[in-house]
């Protein structure tokens, strides 16, 4: 029986909750950084830059980019800039909100909130089963509350189904590099792209959505042939030697096409296949049927620009490969990424400076949510079906390894399918706006509404998620709590408390040892009280692990170094700033080698028709706009920057044939759902293509849930759309 006893300590009294400081409530921030300045990472995007917080009595009151850091190296974006300002916001929850039976959200404290959290899931769980309630997380909290919160839901609260939104954006590249590599383990280090002499860029507008990455790039020496592969002419695109401008989901027919080409005229490395790879020659046989004609005709691109693209990779010696959202939010994101994968190892180029196959990661923390989130691996990138990998994960937390369930729990759609389903009947959000980012949103809120109990745990009360929600959670933000994140290059970083929370907000770190000590497994955290002695715990969930940290010493070791990339074993002596993979050859398989892995490619689920001639693109609008805006949206120099309503790209001739003039409104139909938005006319999108950027509501009402085979992750990226002027 998983079913937690009741804490020995008894029931809670509200005198025990007023004790000042307990579990961070009314608590006066800890003067972490009482210094003038102190250095932190950045809460938004996966580049991880070093923010330098001025401090005045252990407040901030400024911050500039940190000039020594080895990532940004002095640079910031505008989130960067503006990352204090959206903190105080009157749209901050201040206190727990709960429903009445009115229907009505009305302030409460917590100690009524968590009452009503326990209840009412143990209550759904004793009437539906112990499965029946769920939860969804982020990869926007610091690793230590990430592994608290998978800790506190599997061997806590005895729950089984949990995911996160990294299943939105990150699943496709953590199944491609553990059927590749043997290990979820991006392989580069951001000096990479300081060092390639050919760049390649899958799917990924770097100057919109890493625009200090992108920095990087142009810091590169060597004049680097740039070759960027999307289907829009982006901001991106307009800075390449070279736009390959192909057929929306067709890059894995590229790929392919492209290593017949290498094959072909013998421009591949034997050595490295010979002495580090499986499954050459089956690959060998299997691209010969992407023919020219093949390739052309799927691609829409020319033979010329093909075999440019063919030639630039043999010619260089240091060549890297990087994606992002164009490939992994795709119905065969897998086998895509994993086409450009093979691109690598057949070339040699992976291992060695400014080379790799690269997947570009987006939320400040969604490493760390691959690793220690413990949803779809068990903490430390462990397996939930190996028995050692539990006993080991039993010990350190000590706890019998009954604790730990030995099946993964369902991915987000079979989730929200669950619900739908009535499997799921309690469901709890924490640090994600499902209602605004989830595929097919009409569905999705249709869905959210059937549960018998919603709790959402967010800084702000005003999320489409939160208003939905039965009761929520006052969470503190970036810069109002300490722990850690792992960044794009695996390189692990601090985060400190240099802002109070406002009102009675709490640390979502604080918030799980709340929730923990009135469901009654308090016992079981008895060690979990502050987010270092955490890390001390990821340190040992980590060991004998390709991503084993056991080598990092404590925060101040991170702080001394300039973030610490992983792995670092205890006794490494390797301190060195830029640290990548396999540059011994040797991959994470039991045989020490790469896998070369593919399958045919298939047509887009949604093909376009005559009702539906366009084909919708979405993705990052501005590099001023984060995700559903909750927190862009805040501050006054960043609003400004942006469009404050939705807009869609669209190409000259199709609104000409459409009678639509620039920025006139216009409706944009799918089978799901209908919005308006105002047209902006472009060549960045190709005629037959539009784009609508993903921060603005109505752009979930139109995409089409379908999921990769191997990931589950949507596919966000394509589906078939009308535009009409509104009349
Ligand atoms: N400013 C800003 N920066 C962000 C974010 C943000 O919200 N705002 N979010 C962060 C997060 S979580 C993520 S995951 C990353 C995402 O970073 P990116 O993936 O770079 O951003 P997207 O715009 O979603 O998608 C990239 C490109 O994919 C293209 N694309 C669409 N379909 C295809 C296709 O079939 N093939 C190819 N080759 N390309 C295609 C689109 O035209 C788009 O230009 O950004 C991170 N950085
Ligand atoms: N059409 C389309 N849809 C997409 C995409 C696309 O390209 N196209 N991209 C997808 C991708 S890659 C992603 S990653 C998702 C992102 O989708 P979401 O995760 O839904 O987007 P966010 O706006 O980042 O939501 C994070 C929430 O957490 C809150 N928050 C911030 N910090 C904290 C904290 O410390 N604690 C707590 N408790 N809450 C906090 C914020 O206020 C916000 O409400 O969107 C996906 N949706
Ligand atoms: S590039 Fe990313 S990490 Fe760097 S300042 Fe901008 S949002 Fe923050
Ligand atoms: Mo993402």
Known sequence: ?????????????????????????????????????????????????????????????????????????????????????????????????????????????????????????????????????????????????????????????????????????????????????????????????????????????????????????????????????????????????????????????????????????GWINESFIENSTNGFEEFSAFVRQYTDERLISETGLNLDDVNKFAELIHSGKRVSFWWTMGVNQSHQGVRTAQAIINLALMTGNIGRPGTGANSITGQCNAMGSRLFSNTTNLLGGHDFENREHRQKIAEVMGCDVDRIPSENGWPYHQIIEGILREKIKGLWVICTNPAHSWINQNQCRDILDRLDFLVVQDMYHTTETAQQADLILPAAGWGEKEGTFINSERRIGRLKKVHKAPGDSLSDFNIFRLIAHYWGCGDLFEDWETPDQVFELLKKFSQDQPCDITGIENYSALDRAGGIQWPLPAGSSDLAQERRLFSDGKFFHSDGRAKFLFNPTRAMPEQINSKFPLILLTGRGSASQWHTQTRTSQSAVLRKLYPEKIFVELNPKDASERHIRANEQVTVKSQRGQIRARAVLTNSVKPGQVFLPMHYEGTNQLTLGIFDPHSHQPAYKACAVQVTKIV
């Open 1 to 265: 029986m998983k079913r937690l006893l009741r804490d020995k300590s008894g029931p809670l009294t509200r005198e025990l909750l007023l004790k000042p400081g307990q579990f961070g409530l009314g608590k006066v921030p800890e003067k972490t950084a009482p210094d003038a300045t102190t250095d932190m990472v950045c809460g938004y995007c996966s580049t991880g830059c070093s923010l330098r917080v001025h401090l005045k009595d252990g407040e901030a009151v400024n911050l500039t980019p940190t000039t020594d850091y080895p990532v940004n190296l002095g640079m910031a974006c505008p989130k960067g800039w503006e990352a204090l300002s959206v903190l105080d916001s009157p749209e901050r929850a201040t206190t727990p909100w709960i429903r009445n039976s009115r229907g009505e959200l009305k302030p409460t404290d917590w100690h009524t909130a968590m009452h009503a959290f326990v209840d009412r899931f143990q209550t759904i769980q004793h009437e539906h089963g112990q499965d029946s309630v769920a939860f969804l997380s982020t990869g926007q909290m610091p690793t230590e509350e990430m592994a608290f919160l998978g800790a506190l839901t599997k061997f806590g609260m005895g729950l089984k189904h949990g995911d996160g939104n990294t299943r939105q954006c990150m699943a496709t590249a953590v199944v491609a590099y553990k059927q590749s590599f043997g290990f979820d383990a991006p392989p580069y280090t951001y000096s990479d792209f300081e060092e390639s002499d050919v760049i390649v860029l899958v799917g990924s507008n770097l100057c919109i959505a890493h625009p200090i990455m992108w920095e990087r790039v142009m810091r590169n020496p060597h004049s680097p042939e740039i070759i960027v592969v999307d289907p829009r002419m982006t901001e991106t695109a307009m800075n390449a030697s070279l736009h390959l401008p192909l057929q929306p989901k067709s890059d894995q027919t590229l790929c392919y096409g492209i290593a017949r080409i290498l094959i072909e005229n």
